[in-house]
């Protein structure tokens, strides 16, 4: 699989998230949305590459008052940009 700029990247390589899919977002409550909107441009390591290799996942962790929340994203190559190999 490759990024933006046709970089190989594997499980482990940290991302700059450039984009999300607005089809995911429109399935998203606002809450949600908001916190997936707020992953654009912040570095995340890739956790697999799933979809047969077509996407990119990565983990997420929210921290809120009431506890912690995770959840993930899956990106296609023209969401994101390889910024350090493992």
């Not at 916190?35 to 590459?49: K, N, P, R, T, V």
């Amino acid at each position: 699989m490759t990024d933006i700029d046709g970089n190989e990247v594997a499980v482990g390589d940290v991302v700059r998230v450039l984009s999300v899919d607005e089809g995911f977002l429109d399935c998203l409550d606002e809450d949600a949305r908001i916190h997936h909107l707020a992953m654009i441009g912040s570095d995340y390591c890739i956790d697999e590459l799933v979809e047969d290799g077509t996407k990119a996942s990565v983990s997420i962790q929210w921290n809120f008052t009431e506890g912690i929340a995770t959840g993930g994203l899956y990106m296609l190559p023209n969401e994101f940009r390889l910024i350090k190999r493992v």
